[in-house]
């Protein structure tokens, strides 16, 4: 249970936690497409990880192209 205050500093109401987030969660503003196009170049694990692959089997290959001097 929460409880919850009013901003004057009274006593409001008790409701269980999930109501609570729920309640909060629907008083949250919506994502501005200043927002979206911030983030949209922004680093992302699962394109780092491909990258990461692409890079290491390049590796692989130059490492196999050069043949070192016996």
Wanted: cysteine-free.
């Amino acid at each position: 249970m929460v409880d919850v205050r009013t901003r004057e500093g009274g006593r409001g109401i008790k409701m269980r936690v999930d109501e609570f987030a729920a309640k909060i969660a629907l008083e949250k503003p919506n994502v501005s497409g200043a927002f979206d196009n911030f983030y949209a170049k922004a680093w992302s694990p699962a394109a780092a990880s491909s990258e990461g692959a692409a890079a290491s089997s390049m590796d692989e290959q130059k490492k196999e192209e050069v043949k070192p001097k016996a």
